[in-house]
């Protein structure tokens, strides 16, 4: 339905501006040349991170559950 998708539209437009307005702008940013098509979207920092979030996230909820 056009209503769902409009919702769906709404809010990933709206989590993906927090994560671009969370980062301040510096001058660097603009001097930087774009990232080619071979590098990966997800670096190993970033999956780190993540990896590290979700092993932290899955031991609170297991430790609330038992």
């Given amino acids: 339905k056009a209503v769902q998708m409009?919702?769906?539209n709404l809010i990933m437009d709206t989590l993906a501006s927090l994560a671009l307005a969370?980062?301040?702008p510096t001058e660097a940013l603009l001097?930087?040349?774009p990232y080619g098509?071979?590098?990966p979207l997800v670096s190993g920092t970033m999956l780190r991170n993540i990896l590290g979030h979700a092993?932290?996230?899955l031991l609170v909820i297991?430790?609330?559950l038992f």
Wanted: overall charge positive; cysteine-free; proline content about 6%.
């Fill in 6 to 8: 409009l919702w769906v």
């Fill in 22 to 24: 969370t980062e301040p």
């Fill in 31 to 33: 001097l930087r040349r």
């Fill in 37 to 39: 098509r071979d590098h």
């Fill in 55 to 57: 092993a932290y996230q």
């Fill in 62 to 64: 297991f430790t609330l």
